[in-house]
């Protein structure tokens, strides 16, 4: 259980944080903004409304949990806080999984009080998010934390600083995030016609924001907007045993993300 001692010890450490404070802030801001568009707009379904909602969300919580996650890893060497637990009978695997049930524990509470800040103010207003609505987006977003939250320990463990952590973070996020559309776009025109769709598969379970998106916008009714290269992914999102498959997928990535640093924090760990 000492990935148990561990999380709890992170849950106090990441409310000791400033940074967890200001994302806070900043996403109770966001989410009162994503409040506005809801409330001028019909929410039933996918529409351009929803979409913008989606997309916004996905802009801004993977940059903070990678951010966040990186520098919580990152600051464990450069304070001496590691040393002093790798005196006592821990071992790796349980140390990074308990950072990373702590952190997660604490960026849910992050994107809760966001939520429920803008609920509250929505029901003052008389324009609070339908319970649908609410519902979808919270799911969305604890994809993507627990999802970059496992590359995020992955990115802190190969920094020896939270100014690398940092410009691993940013590049990862610009990667995946804003750059991913246009690199598709490329790959693909390069390719014959035949290895366009298998492609497209493969690359989009590479990107766990495109895989999160994709299977939300399903979901919601909007797979018609991928095109004929995704009909594949609408025909097993859309069946009972989507859902399952599609956690199936998510927790294979994140214990790979997970296995990958544990293994390059052993190697670090005895080679000085």
């Not at 809760?112 to 509250?120: A, E, P, R, V």
């Amino acid at each position: 259980m000492h990935w148990l001692t561990v999380a709890l010890r992170e849950v106090k450490l990441g409310f000791r944080n400033p940074w967890a404070y200001s994302f806070m802030a900043l996403f109770s801001l966001f989410s009162l903004a994503l409040l506005l568009i809801q409330s001028q707009a019909q929410m039933s379904g996918y529409t351009s409304s929803t979409g913008t909602m989606l997309n916004l969300i996905l802009y801004l919580l993977p940059l903070m949990t990678l951010l966040l996650g990186s520098f919580s890893v990152t600051a464990e060497k450069e304070e001496g806080g590691w040393q002093l637990l790798s005196t006592y009978s821990i071992g790796t695997s349980s140390y990074l999984l308990g950072k990373y049930g702590g952190l997660a524990v604490v960026l849910f509470i992050i994107i809760g009080f966001g939520y429920g800040f803008s609920g509250l103010a929505g029901a003052l207003m008389g324009r609070s998010f339908a319970a649908d609505a609410f519902l979808l987006f919270l799911a969305f977003s604890a994809g993507l934390i627990l999802l970059f939250l496992a590359i995020a320990i992955g990115v802190g463990t190969l920094s020896r600083n939270r100014w690398q952590a940092l410009t691993y973070g940013v590049a990862i996020w610009f990667f995946l995030i804003l750059g991913w559309p246009t690199l598709l776009v490329s790959v693909l025109g390069f390719l014959p016609y035949l290895w366009i769709k298998p492609a497209l598969v493969g690359l989009t379970f590479l990107n766990p924001a495109e895989l999160v998106r994709v299977y939300m916008i399903v979901k919601m009714g909007g797979g018609t907007v991928f095109g004929a290269e995704y009909y594949q992914w609408v025909e097993w999102i859309q069946k009972p045993a989507g859902t399952p498959i599609f956690i199936g997928i998510c927790l294979a990535w994140i214990g790979l993300c997970l296995a990958a640093a544990i293994i390059g924090w052993e190697r670090r760990r005895y080679r000085g």
